[in-house]
């Protein structure tokens, strides 16, 4: 396994992080998540993390990364599952996650999305934060 | 990582196969998914094995038997995913997983479910073959 599977559920992809990461399998997950924006014309991806008891600033780093690679392409990105811990960790190394919407579980991260990618259709500079949490 | 993580969208539980499954993994996803669709009140499974190059006979009964049990539990199974090479694999097996559902992706693998579990509203006996492939 030197690739994580990038799941289609119509215009929005599926990636769950169950292993650890590391520089290779990191930096192919950004090819392979860019090229399926591109190929498949997503509009939104959910990154589950909820297999991760650590998340390291190399992690956070690449999440916020993916999240604005997305962005450039047209497609928003939710972090789903994140344990409790893993939120205690990010804040203390100084990761806020600025910029990535989190949700519960994937069921809210994907109403979250469509409520982004409804507020994009009708006016791209319009950012409704309502449903965050 | 000695656990499948199950992902909950809504009345649905998505579970990604990304590793090579042994007999302690496999018995650990069936105790996990059925307590976990007694806890959630799921109706339906989604297995994706889209990362699975290869599967065996264990694998393929512990899918057949994860189907079943969650029938049992009142939730419909679709597998997902599955490569061309695996279903070739699994009719020389003489496995042709007789009563799993496929679909070509999880959203397909979706909008199946939810005819399933539309007709089972309606009338449990009734099964609706239309959107299989």
Chains 1, 2 share one sequence.
């Not at 650890?20 to 509009?43: N, P």
């Not at 069921?107 to 949490?133: C, F, K, V, W, Y």
């Amino acid at each position: 396994m030197d690739r994580i599977p990038i799941l289609r559920m119509d215009d929005v992809l599926l990636v769950t992080i169950q292993v650890d990461m590391h520089d290779r399998l990191a930096m192919s997950l950004q090819d392979d998540l860019t090229a399926a924006i591109q190929r498949t014309s997503a509009k939104g991806v959910v990154i589950d993390i909820s297999a991760l008891d650590v998340v390291d600033s190399f992690i956070g780093r690449m999440i916020a990364n993916i999240s604005r690679m997305s962005r450039i392409l047209d497609a928003h990105t939710v972090v789903v599952g994140m344990q409790p811990a893993v939120a205690i960790t990010l804040v203390e190394l100084g990761l806020s996650l600025a910029g990535v919407d989190t949700a519960l579980d994937v069921g809210r991260g994907m109403r979250l999305l469509r409520s982004r990618m409804a507020a994009s259709s009708l006016a791209p500079q319009i950012d409704t934060d309502d449903d965050e949490n």
